[in-house]
């Protein structure tokens, strides 16, 4: 039996979170979340090991350090980086893997995929791109998270994002929340059927 790994990536605003959310809670038995580092602060009701590992700039630097994560990037001035332990964890348990990263892990992991790596045997890259620019420009004001200054910064970055989409084993055009998930879901599916 093997056990799959599955990146979602895509801009800020797209709604990666919420899908990965619910593919979590709908496939509990099988797959779970990768809980990810960041040197970014929490959020309102974030929690540390339940959302990110909050790490400060010396604690992500002795992992890196110590070659401990598989992947690493800096976004909007913040690092994030996925553990090799984190992962393991989970597929040692045989469990399929959730990866909510941004386009740069994307391409880092699909670089190791081609190392023949067991992690990376089975890994899957779904990008989910934006309607249009003005569209997640509306959802970031929506969520009421970033200032506008932020935002734009944001919409910048999803520019680049969505120019790297097709190095995507598979790539969503968000419709209405309902149809992104069924997409997801509907890949996973097929993905942990045939491979198992
Ligand atoms: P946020 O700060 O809004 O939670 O996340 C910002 C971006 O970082 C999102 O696109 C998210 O997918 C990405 N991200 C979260 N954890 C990691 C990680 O470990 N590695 C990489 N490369 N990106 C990450």
């Not at 190392?115 to 779904?126: E, G, K, R």
């Amino acid at each position: 039996m093997h056990c799959i790994s599955l990146v979602i990536s895509g801009p800020a605003g797209v709604g990666k979170t919420t899908i990965c959310d619910r593919l979590v809670r709908e496939f509990e038995a099988s797959l779970k979340r990768v809980i990810t580092s960041t040197t970014r602060r929490p959020r309102n009701s974030e929690k540390h090991g339940i959302d990110y590992y909050f790490l400060s700039n010396q604690q992500f630097e002795d992992l890196k350090e110590k070659n401990s994560f598989i992947e690493h990037a800096k976004i909007h001035g913040n690092y994030y980086g996925t553990t090799k332990e984190s992962v393991n964890e989970q597929l040692e348990k045989k469990f399929d893997v959730l990866l909510n990263i941004d386009v740069q892990g994307a391409a880092e992991l699909k670089k190791l995929k081609q190392s023949n790596d067991l992690f990376t045997n089975f890994l899957y890259t779904i990008f989910i791109a934006p309607k249009s620019i003005d569209d997640l420009r509306k959802r970031l004001i929506s969520r009421g998270q970033d200032s506008i200054c932020e935002i734009e910064k944001r919409l910048q970055t999803a520019m680049n994002e969505i120019s790297l989409k097709d190095r995507f084993d598979f790539v969503i055009y968000s419709d209405t929340k309902e149809i992104d998930y069924a997409k997801v879901r509907e890949f996973y599916m097929s993905k942990s059927i045939i491979s198992n």
